[in-house]
C-alpha cells in the first residue's frame, strides 16, 4: 500500500513537470515566432500562476493544520475555485487586458482567505 502512494506522487509530479516543460516550450514559440501575449502564451502563463498558488495554499493550510492555527482546511475547494478563477481571469486578461486579470486573482486570494478564516471561526467574533 505504501508504494501505491508512492507512485501516485510521481505520477503528479512528472506530470506537473510535463505541465510546466511544455508552458516553456510553448511561450518559447510564442516569444520566437515575435507573439509574446499570444493567447497560448497568456494561458500557460494564467496556469502556471493557479497552479503555484494552488500548491502554496494547500503548503500553508497543511502547515497551520499540523500546528493547530486551522481547525479544517479543504483543498479540493480551492482547487475548483482556482479553476474557475483561472478562467475568469484568463477571459478578463483576453477581453480587457493583463491587469483586470490580474486584479480577479488578486481578488480570488483574497476572498480564500477571508472564506478559510471564517470557516475556522476567526472572523464569526465580529459579525
Known sequence: ??????AVTRWALA?????????VVTVAVARFFGKSGSRASIGVSIAARW?????????????AMTYGLLATYYS???AVI??????CEYRA????????GLAIF????IAWLVFV???NGMLAAGW
Open 106 to 109: 488578486v481578488g480570488v486570494q
Open 82 to 87: 482556482g479553476l474557475l478563477g483561472a478562467v
Open 15 to 23: 506530470t506537473l513537470g510535463a505541465l510546466l516543460l511544455l508552458g
Open 76 to 78: 479540493p475547494a480551492f
Open 51 to 63: 497552479l503555484a498558488v494552488y500548491v502554496f495554499w494547500s503548503f500553508a493550510g497543511g502547515l
Open 93 to 100: 486578461h483576453v477581453r480587457v487586458g493583463r491587469q483586470r
Open 1 to 6: 500500500m505504501r508504494r501505491e502512494g508512492h
Open 117 to 119: 478564516l471564517f470557516q
